[in-house]
């Protein structure tokens, strides 16, 4: 599950995520200190989770929430109670009291899994691109492409499909990786994998496409990929 928390306090985001590693499930990948920093850390990193504040520098958390043709699961964390019942009227899962007490996080984060369930893989993506209509095999995709909340297939006509790559991530494992933040990759099609800067790793695939990954991202495709 990928958080992004969104505070405009340093020290209360330094808490959040202190709290949140002892839930080894939650990747915090990113934070943000007000609204527009967080819209566009949204669109970059697509998260499962926003732990949100609500009075912040400019617009609160619910002009943010607003501003969304998408919203990620939301969990309020505010010192002030009065926002409860319209923090229920947005669909947030839960509402937390600073500071924040780690029991009641880890029963917010209860109801964030259940909320996001498992889902069933796929093997086939429903593509439609003005009147025409068809389905495409996944077998046949080496690439998956972030495009904010939509995903492009790099197989020839580039079609796109209205889901984030988030959504595909969850829907695909363990045929594609996720090998960058805007990158899913279908491991059966890499040609080659070759070394990358700062102990990253590049993947070749088929036409020479090369997709670099992080060092993180590479000790995650080692250890998938070591028997």
Not at 75 to 86: E, G, K, L, Q
Not at 120 to 149: A, M, Y
């Amino acid at each position: 599950m990928k958080a992004l928390i969104v505070d405009d306090e340093r020290l209360a985001r330094a808490e959040l995520r202190r709290l949140l590693a002892a839930h080894p499930d939650v990747e915090v990948v990113g934070e943000a200190a007000h609204a527009d920093e967080a819209v566009a850390k949204i669109g970059e990193l697509v998260p499962d989770l926003l732990l949100l504040d609500i009075q912040m520098p400019g617009r609160d958390g619910f002009e943010l929430l607003e501003s969304l043709d998408v919203a990620p699961s939301v969990i309020f964390t505010t010192a002030f109670d009065a926002h409860a019942v319209r923090a229920f009227e947005v669909s947030a899962l839960d509402y937390l009291l600073k500071p924040i007490d780690p029991a009641r996080l880890a029963d917010a984060l209860r109801r964030v899994r259940e909320s996001l369930g498992p889902l069933p893989s796929i093997d086939r993506l429903f593509v439609r691109d003005g009147d025409r209509c068809w389905f495409v095999r996944l077998s046949e995709v080496g690439v998956i492409e972030s495009e904010g909340n939509y995903a492009r297939l790099e197989i020839p006509g580039q079609p796109m499909v209205a889901r984030s790559l988030a959504y595909l991530e969850a829907r695909l494992q363990p045929a594609f990786f996720r090998a960058s933040r805007k990158h899913l990759v279908n491991l059966k099609l890499v040609d080659r994998i070759e070394s990358g800067p700062g102990g990253g790793l590049v993947l070749i695939m088929p036409g020479g496409r090369e997709i670099e990954m992080s060092r993180r991202a590479a000790q995650r495709f080692r250890t998938k990929m070591t028997v």
